[in-house]
């Protein structure tokens, strides 16, 4: 299609980069506080992924400081929107043991952004992030789920998820991060065909999964996750999701 090299736009100004702009901004200590009530047990005081309920999860929590986020909406190696942050912090990270924030307050959640951005200079450094334009969806006929599972071949997706999408290809041992299994649901990052086209386009970055972003054509990656979106079975509850309830429920109960 020739829409490709435009499937990222240049969307400097929505970003509020220099939100975090170290200590003067009343936000921040807010941010802080918010930080050290609701995250700190989990990703530690300092961000550094070390809080002291850390063990509990198979997927520890994300040291902040590295400032390398897996779900965005922007390109391959880039820092997250506002609005990506958002997501992640009030809807959670399902399957994960970060559980849904969803009681703070809309400012609550925009002062944590501000801090959480503070801990990292890569916002501080403010180049502009450009955000993924999902390609316009063919239409989602039986033909276009059967391209998909021979797209998945030509992808060789299945090196790291496997023949049947499991999650156990022939590299898979040998990764830091084990790839998912795609037939499980809920995803991370989201399991409607749009949500894996937009997850194809950006790569989870610091993870061996990469973008597909001029990889794969847009129909070819629409396809895919059209196929993609058929395998999946009921949603499951992980063991670093109840860990996360839990943790979440005995810190509030100790009144923090
Ligand atoms: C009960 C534990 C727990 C709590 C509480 C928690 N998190 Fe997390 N968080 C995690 C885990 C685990 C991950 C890693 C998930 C993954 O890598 O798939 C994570 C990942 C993240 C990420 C990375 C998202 C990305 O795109 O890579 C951000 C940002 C984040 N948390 C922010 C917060 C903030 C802000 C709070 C408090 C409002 C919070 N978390 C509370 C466990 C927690
Ligand atoms: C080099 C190994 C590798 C290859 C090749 C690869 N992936 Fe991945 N993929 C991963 C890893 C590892 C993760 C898990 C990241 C995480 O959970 O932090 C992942 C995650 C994903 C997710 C997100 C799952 C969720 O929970 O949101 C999707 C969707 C996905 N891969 C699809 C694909 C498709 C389709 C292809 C082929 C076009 C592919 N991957 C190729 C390693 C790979």
Not at 63 to 81: E, H, N, V, Y
Not at 182 to 208: F, N
Not at 220 to 234: K, N, S, V
């Amino acid at each position: 299609m020739s829409a490709r090299p435009g499937a990222f736009a240049l969307v400097a100004a929505v970003l509020g980069l220099a939100a975090g702009a170290a200590g003067q901004s009343p936000d921040l200590a807010t941010g802080e506080r918010v930080f050290r009530d609701n995250c700190a047990v989990c990703h530690g005081a300092t961000g550094d992924g070390q809080g002291m309920a850390a063990h509990h999860f198979k997927t520890p929590p994300r040291d902040l400081t590295k400032g390398r986020f897996k779900f965005r909406s922007t390109a391959s190696g880039q820092i997250p929107t506002d609005a990506d942050l958002v997501r992640t912090i009030v809807h959670g990270i399902p399957s994960t043991g970060m559980v849904p924030q969803n009681h703070l307050s809309d400012a609550e959640v925009q002062a944590v952004i501000a801090f959480v951005k503070s801990l990292s200079p890569r916002f501080a450094a403010a180049q502009s992030p450009t955000v993924a334009t999902i390609p316009t969806p063919p239409a989602a006929t039986p033909e276009a789920i059967a391209r998909g599972a021979k797209i998945y071949v030509k992808g060789e997706c299945a090196e790291c998820h496997g023949k049947e999408a499991r999650g156990d290809g022939p590299s898979a041992k040998d990764l830091s991060v084990t790839p998912s299994d795609l037939t499980r649901r809920p995803l991370k990052s989201g399991a409607t065909a749009r949500d894996l086209v937009r997850t194809l386009l950006t790569g989870l970055d610091g993870t061996p999964m990469p973008s597909y972003y001029l990889v794969l054509e847009d129909g070819e990656l629409w396809d895919l996750a059209y196929w993609l979106a058929t395998r999946g079975g009921p949603p499951e509850t992980t063991d670093d999701e109840r860990a996360g309830w839990h943790v979440v429920q005995m810190h509030q109960r100790r009144g923090r």
